[in-house]
């Protein structure tokens, strides 16, 4: 090997850990896409009401909470047969999203709750939805009021 092909191997060497620090990691923001989101139509003065939607994760993440000004509170719902009877009980621990796993919230499995709503829960109108995620950045998004058993 010549002097000056040495250099250059010296010189590729020595740009070679720059390079790989001037690189960005590979690593892309968090996100949850949601979509399909509806709320269950409920009689006037009904305590609470039910929404539902589908939660894509793009990395593993937790829908941790939800929050809303049209009504008390929201939570997070799962329903479980207790002896013979369906049950719904509050995830306090929130619900986990699987990375690229479309997770869907339907009625009669796990659900958001919205409890003592501020407006009537009737066809037409919308309920804005925050969803809090341990990740990823939160989403809000409205949420039409449709008949039971829509779609
Ligand atoms: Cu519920």
């Not at 790989?20 to 269950?40: D, H, M, N, S």
């Not at 937790?62 to 719902?77: C, D, G, K, N, W």
């Not at 501020?118 to 969803?131: E, F, N, R, W, Y």
């Amino acid at each position: 090997m010549t002097l000056s092909k040495l250099m250059i191997a010296a010189a590729v060497l020595a740009t070679l850990p720059l390079a790989a620090q001037a690189a960005p990691p590979a690593r892309v923001a968090p996100k949850v896409a949601v979509e399909g989101a509806w709320c269950r139509a409920a009689p006037k003065g009904a305590p609470a009401g039910g929404c539902y939607l589908t939660l894509t994760a793009s990395a593993a993440d937790q829908l941790v909470s939800v929050e809303t000004p049209a009504a008390a509170r929201a939570e997070i719902h799962t329903m479980s047969m207790d002896g013979g009877v369906m049950r719904m009980r509050k995830l306090s621990e929130g619900l986990p999203l699987p990375a690229g796993q479309a997770v869907a919230l339907k009625p009669g499995a796990e659900h958001l709750m919205v409890i003592g709503p501020k407006i009537d829960l009737a066809v037409g109108a919308s309920v804005p939805l925050t969803l809090r995620f341990k990740s990823a950045p939160p989403v809000t998004i409205n949420a039409p009021v449709k008949a039971v058993g829509g779609k």
